[in-house]
């Protein structure tokens, strides 16, 4: 799909996937890394794979030389230059489209390039704080928790990879390149997007509520979203409308089938279901025997006969759960390799088929076979591909 695409990758891990899902599109992506980066931590690996890794010093003006030649050759520049820092000016949108008109200049930082927070520096939990994602997170008299994995450089480098094709295709309308600028702190925000509804709509400001829902009734109530059952937990709530009917149904239908008893349950008519009615005393009876069922199946159990009743729900995998999933490893999802030595490595395939197959993948090693081939596609000569493929520019000579 990107097979035509040339990709310079100078960021950290504020922009990695950015470049992954590029390179997971066929675009060719060389991944520039100061000298001595550890490349062989876990979360580096499995976001560059499938790139063509390159020491490079760019704090040096013989590294910024050969990236300067990489970029006349390049359809896509990704940085996360530190806001103020020398880089960062040497990654000027003015300056690099002056020098790079075609180019597709994608900047990601912590809150962007421009206001008044455009100099601050952030981690993950100060992104999802700043982003109000910590604030829905918890118990309701707890304190905000954050997502145990780091969730907010993801948002940031898939909202980078989105703006660079849509970038790519205004270049082939406009006739040059334009400069992306990607913000974290608002990268995270359109994944609680529904949250300012409730303010807009009914005045209520969303908080931490654990493992209920809240706003689906008018006078605060909540619905339970997570249940535990014999082996983990369980993701359901009682809906209303057309979704309603059928999960509602068919789950009491279940539990008839299954001899549970079903106390208040008995009593409703879901066709005219409208939890927006109802009180927090209502919800607790309707839940109590859900809650006594649940507890008494298994996950695989859940999964199983919710696809056969077409129920909404499913179990709250654990990552060792998504490791055995047979819908992934149907669809080839999960990609091994094997290095030059020896070694073997899983990854996380590519995120889309194409014509009915996964896109295959190459580890960082792997990749280096052809690094000479690459490097020449960048415009480089042979003297310095040869400098490049057996110490990193450092410093001017």
């Known amino acids: 799909?990107?097979?035509?695409?040339?990709?310079?990758?100078?960021?950290?891990?504020?922009?990695?996937?950015?470049?992954?899902?590029?390179?997971?599109?066929?675009?060719?992506?060389?991944?520039?890394?100061?000298?001595?980066c550890r490349t062989e931590k876990p979360d580096w690996r499995a976001y560059n794979i499938n790139k063509h890794p390159l020491p490079l010093n760019l704090?040096?003006?013989?590294?910024?030389?050969?990236?300067?030649?990489?970029?006349?050759?390049?359809?896509?520049?990704?940085?996360?230059?530190?806001?103020?820092?020398?880089?960062?000016?040497?990654?000027?949108?003015e300056r690099v489209a002056a020098r790079h008109p075609n180019l597709v200049h994608v900047s990601i930082t912590p809150f962007g390039r421009t206001g008044p927070r455009a100099q601050w520096q952030a981690s993950d939990i100060e992104l999802m704080a700043a982003a109000g994602a910590m604030s829905l997170a918890g118990e309701p008299d707890g304190e905000p928790v954050r997502v145990s994995v780091p969730q907010s450089y993801s948002w940031a480098g898939a909202h980078g990879a989105v703006g660079a094709l849509?970038?790519?295709?205004?270049?082939?309308?406009?006739?040059r390149g334009q400069h992306v600028d990607v913000s974290a702190q608002m990268s995270v925000i359109p994944a609680l997007a529904h949250a300012p509804t409730f303010v807009d709509l009914l005045g209520i400001t969303p908080s931490r509520s654990g493992a209920f829902m809240t706003g689906r009734a008018l006078d605060g109530a909540q619905f339970r979203t997570f249940w535990p059952c014999a082996d983990g937990y369980l993701n359901f709530i009682l809906y209303g409308g057309s979704a309603g009917l059928r999960s509602n149904e068919q789950l009491v239908a279940?539990?008839?089938?299954?001899?549970?008893?079903?106390e208040e349950l008995a009593t409703i008519?879901?066709?005219?279901?409208?939890?927006?009615?109802?009180?927090?005393?209502?919800i607790d009876k309707l839940e109590a025997p859900i809650g006594n069922f649940f507890r008494g199946i298994t996950m695989k159990n859940f999964l199983e006969e919710a696809s056969r009743r077409e129920m909404l729900g499913y179990p709250a995998y654990t990552v060792a759960d998504i490791a055995v999933d047979p819908q992934l490893s149907k669809r080839d999802f999960w990609h091994d390799t094997t290095d030059p030595g020896g070694g073997k490595h899983r990854y996380c395939g590519a995120y889309v088929m194409v014509d009915g197959e996964r896109p295959s993948l190459q580890s960082p090693k792997q990749m280096n076979s052809n690094m000479e081939h690459i490097l020449a596609e960048f415009g480089l000569d042979p003297l310095l591909i040869g400098v490049l493929t057996n110490n990193a520019v450092e410093e001017e000579a």
């Not at 050969?66 to 990654?91: K, N, R, T």
């Open 254 to 262: 279940w539990m008839r089938d299954a001899e549970a008893p079903l």
């Open 166 to 175: 849509v970038a790519l295709i205004g270049r082939t309308i406009i006739g």
């Open 269 to 282: 008519n879901w066709s005219t279901f409208a939890p927006t009615n109802l009180i927090q005393e209502e």
């Open 1 to 36: 799909m990107l097979s035509a695409c040339r990709v310079v990758d100078c960021s950290d891990q504020l922009g990695w996937l950015a470049g992954r899902m590029l390179a997971d599109l066929g675009a060719t992506v060389i991944k520039i890394d100061p000298p001595g």
């Open 59 to 93: 704090d040096m003006e013989a590294g910024q030389s050969v990236l300067e030649i990489m970029l006349e050759h390049a359809d896509v520049l990704i940085e996360c230059a530190h806001p103020g820092s020398p880089l960062a000016a040497y990654f000027d949108p």
